[in-house]
């Protein structure tokens, strides 16, 4: 059997198409960007810069699914950032650079999560107390507000416990016009709500990893908590995951 030698043209044309993907690619990545991050509307001062979250781990995704426990009780010890980090970019980090698309999977890649974390007095070792919101373009928290709230939050979500002994909550909102301007009420109904379980389940298993402790809370009054937090108008609270170090 003769096998042809691709011509001259045939290689030019792939040539051609391949540089059309790399920049599609490149604008397509831009343009999710843009359309689902809200950097634009915070300041640029108070910007922690996280750690590279780990890729690789001793513990299997299957040891972690089998020990995963809804865990209500949390050890003194304050986090680390680079923990912090690690829980964060499990929930929505950027896992593809070229493309924007994230750790957790998102109807149409259109990205209506976003991620405030309550950090309590001495709660994590070298950051303030407060109010942040997690950019996963550059892997950073912005700071929004100074001050321990885990008092306020816990009365806001029906006096549970875990919310104020936990040194952090982590405050998953969603903003439903990010999905809905493409699905209509169907995104608001049920995709971003499946959402928000992907990246629950995503935090749970990734604290399981770093023997970290925490549970899903849904009972919460949705306008307390997301005044609490500074959510502006167009965001919804979903879930709080208090988490703290393993007793
Ligand atoms: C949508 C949802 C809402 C939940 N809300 C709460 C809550 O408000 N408070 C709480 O303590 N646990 C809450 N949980 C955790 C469940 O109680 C827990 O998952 C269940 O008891 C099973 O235990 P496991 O997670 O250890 O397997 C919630 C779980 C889900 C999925």
Redesign the pocket.
Known sequence: MTIERPSRRTIVTALVLLALSAVFNAVFGLFTFGRSDDDTRESTTNIVSLPEANKESDVSVERAIAN???R?TYDERPLTVAELGQLLWAAQGVTERLTGHRAAPSAGALYPIELYVVVGTGSVTGLEDGVYRYRPKTHELVLGQTGDVRSELRAAALD?D?VETAPVDIVVCSVDERTTQKYGDRGARRYVPMEAGHVGENIYLQAESLRLST?????FGDQRVADIVGAPEDQRPLYIFPVGARI
């Open positions: 995963r426990r809804s209500r549970q875990p549970v899903s809370i849904g009972a």
